[in-house]
């Protein structure tokens, strides 16, 4: 060969790893250097000329022309007698420029240089790929699933790099088949044995934020400013919202007309209840709102122990306390008080109707009691437990739960 042209022989790694020309060519260079100075013990006085439109390498040895016994290093010196063989012209202490060809080469040493131009692409791809995505960590990312599996999926980015949604950072109404198209957010960037993995997340609240960023053109613009959000993903998540611009309804414009914004972010967070609030420097408005859509008649704040005691009717409590107790639950996150709730002295031994307590019991539970004549928590609790299993035909569990939830709302 007239010179060396492995670029193209190795262009498969261009293409398949997604390097550009100028990266590969020099990654090239730097491997050839290395070998010279292997082999000749200093590559200082090689140029190694990388032709980017051609797509080929030359590499020229520069030595300096002595007498014929004068020379003490081969790589850096050559005979006058050999130079004269190169061009007749030359002379003593001129410098002579010769090409090292392929053939200058050896086969074991051909073969080193494919093995490092390997590593050094598959080092440059991974240093790539963290870079690339540490600058993302907190941004959305679209990728296709590819594999499913027990406890956690793989999901291809558009440029084919490989990332991982783990189970625990998953909704848990997700459900995905390969070839689905999937939004996450970057959750954080690790290396593992000098490999890049890419942990993605769904129940992130910053993944909420982000929705919202790209849903309401006034946070994205910073005209709203999200305070803080807290989740139970896929069951509920408040969002406490405020505006600097007294013109603009931080709440409704959040939630769009009609609910159009609010509606394309709970669709992919697979029907999860959004309240979003106005946020208050106030702690009584603030956990007053938090509480949402329980109505509050007053509240007791000890601030030294960031507690807050809220008193309200008794058909309000289960609406505080929410389905599985989500609502209290995020609610002091929220507000950063340790809320607890307490009915009206003057009610506390009002009966509460079944119906109040739907967010904690399944309606067709509830109507087997009302089936047996009981409409209230005090008359299902006045009934014997055995002949309650025998008349409602459900499950002694079933009743025993019930019972302790109604039991609960008059302690």
């Known amino acids: 060969m007239e010179h060396i042209n492995l670029v193209e022989t190795f262009s498969e790694f261009k293409e398949f790893k997604n390097i550009d020309r100028e990266t590969m060519m020099r990654i090239l260079e730097d491997v050839f250097r290395h070998m010279l100075a292997k082999k000749y013990g200093t590559a200082d ?7 980017i439109d051609k797509g080929d390498l030359e590499i020229w040895r520069n030595r300096e022309i002595v007498e014929d016994d004068a020379v003490e290093d081969d790589n850096q010196q050559i005979a006058y007698s ?24 050896g086969r074991r040493e051909i073969l080193t240089i494919r093995q490092n131009l390997i590593a050094k692409v598959q080092e440059y791809e991974k240093d790539s790929i963290y870079r690339k995505y540490k600058d993302k960590i907190g941004e959305i990312v679209h990728g296709e699933v590819y594999q499913v599996w027990k406890k956690e999926m793989l999901v291809l980015d558009d440029e084919g790099i490989e990332l991982i949604l783990p189970k625990s950072e998953q909704i848990p109404s997700d459900f995905y088949r390969k070839g689905d198209t999937i939004r996450a957010v970057v959750s954080r960037v690790e290396m593992r044995n000098n490999v890049p993995v890419i942990i993605l997340s769904r129940t992130s609240p910053v993944f909420l934020e982000r929705l919202f960023e790209a849903e309401v053109p006034e946070v994205y613009d910073g005209l709203i400013t999200i305070r803080n ?25 959040c939630v769009g007309m009609k609910g159009s914004r609010i509606h394309g972010i709970v669709r992919e967070l697979k ?28 509240i007791n704040i000890v601030e030294a122990e960031k507690k807050a005691e809220v008193y309200m009717k008794p058909d309000q409590v289960s609406l505080a306390i929410g389905k599985g107790g989500f609502n209290i639950k995020l609610a002091g996150k929220l507000t950063g008080y340790e809320i607890d709730v307490y009915r009206d002295s003057d009610t ?3 009966d509460v109707a079944l119906s109040e307590f739907k967010d904690e019991i399944d309606e067709w539970i509830l109507n087997e009691f009302r089936n047996i004549g009981c409409d209230t928590a005090k008359s ?8 309650l ?22 302690e």
């Open 348 to 350: 506390d031994m009002e």
């Open 271 to 298: 029907n999860e209840n959004i309240d979003v609030i106005n946020f208050t420097n106030n702690p009584t408005l603030y956990i007053t709102r938090a509480l949402s859509p329980a109505k509050i008649s007053s």
């Open 82 to 105: 050999n130079a004269i063989k190169i061009e007749p012209d030359f002379e003593v202490g001129e410098e002579v420029s010769e090409e090292i060809r392929m053939v200058d080469f």
């Open 389 to 410: 299993v025998a008349r409602t035909d459900l499950e002694e569990e079933t009743v025993k739960e019930v019972i302790r939830i109604l039991r609960s709302e008059f």
């Open 45 to 51: 006085n090689f140029d190694i000329i990388v032709n």
């Open 229 to 253: 959000i807290v989740r139970v993903p896929g069951e509920r998540a408040k969002v406490a919202v405020e505006s600097y611009d007294d013109r603009i309804d931080p709440v409704g414009a």
């Open 380 to 387: 299902v609790l006045e009934h014997d437990f055995n002949e």
